[in-house]
């Protein structure tokens, strides 16, 4: 049975605050909807709802995240966080396909704007916290290796991206008297967030497969082993994962047959810290072997 940590990390510190700033800009969204009664605002306002539940999602994949390996779970629970990740992705597109049935309704009857001046302003404010909290969301969750924080600040620059369309539809409509432009707009702005939601989750559901480490991260790794397995004869078998902040990494390292357990060991002990000082958050497990096992290709000979 799962213990939650008694103490707050600074990724879950972030997720919280994430819920609070969600649950703001939704209520300064709704007004925006209530003072214009402009059918884009609602939507923009319905797509806030979608960010609370995903920042609670990211709160809940981070506390999970975070467990130390179990019995049931020896190798962590890192990838709790991409389950999130993948949630978001289909919650984006759920907002998108919203954001279309609303705009074809006003399309069908073409709604007129009430006080649309005060109506942008407001919804202005919103769209500006939005837009800070995302870069925030987003910064933390790239250096942090946190794909739960990385996905809502995207989803957050998607909500961004709606806003600000929504918002040119708005000004355009206010201008022309053309209140068709409004939804048009709208739908317009739906499509690219399809597009947003279907990469994160497409880019999710890549890393729950056991995604296998960057071609740089694998380069680094050979390169440690050939300035740190001074007496070994060869490394092969080289394979990576990812899981949340943690690089799996495991590969089999021939000595000679000579070698003594201690020495072999030895050798294993200092790739193990070089990798690990190179690479953060990697985990390394390497198997050695007798010197008939040297491989005639793919190997990194020594």
């Known amino acids: 049975m799962l213990q939650l940590p008694p103490r707050l990390s600074k990724h879950q510190r972030v997720a919280i605050a994430s819920i609070g700033v969600a649950l703001a800009v939704m209520g300064i969204k709704y007004v925006a909807f209530v003072i214009t009664g402009s059918v884009a605002l609602f939507s923009d306002a319905m797509e806030s709802i979608v960010n609370v539940l995903t920042a609670i999602a990211a709160l809940i994949a981070i506390r999970v995240g975070a467990q130390p390996p179990d019995r049931q779970h020896p190798f962590g629970h890192h990838k709790a966080e991409y389950f999130s990740a993948v949630l978001e992705g289909a919650l984006i597109i759920v907002a998108a396909l919203l954001i279309f049935h609303e705009a074809y309704g006003a399309l069908r009857e073409p709604r007129p704007l009430t006080d649309p001046g005060l109506g ?12 800070g909290w995302a870069w925030v969301l987003i910064n933390r969750g790239e250096a942090w290796k946190s794909p739960a924080l990385n996905g809502d600040g995207w989803h957050l620059l998607s909500d961004v991206i709606t806003s600000v369309g929504v918002l040119l539809g708005l000004i355009l409509a206010t201008l022309t ?14 499509i690219n967030i399809l597009r947003i939601g279907y990469r994160l989750a497409a880019e999710s559901m890549s890393s729950l ?15 440690e082993i050939r300035n740190n397995a001074d007496g070994a004869l060869q490394a092969h078998d080289i394979r990576t994962r990812i899981a949340g902040p943690t690089t799996f990494i495991e590969f089999h390292l021939v000595v000679p047959g000579g070698m003594t357990v201690e020495d072999a060991h030895e050798i294993c002990d200092r790739l193990e810290i070089a990798i690990e000082k190179r690479i953060e958050g990697a985990e390394v497990v390497i ?12 190997g990194v000979n020594l």
């Open 287 to 298: 198997h050695v072997e007798p010197e008939h096992k040297i491989k005639s290709k793919g």
């Open 120 to 131: 942008l302003f407001v919804n202005g404010i919103a769209t500006a916290i939005n837009a």
């Open 177 to 190: 008297g053309w209140a068709i432009l409004d939804p048009l707009l709208a739908g317009l702005v739906a």
């Open 209 to 223: 497969l056991d995604e296998a480490a960057s071609p740089k991260i694998q380069e680094q790794i050979r390169e």
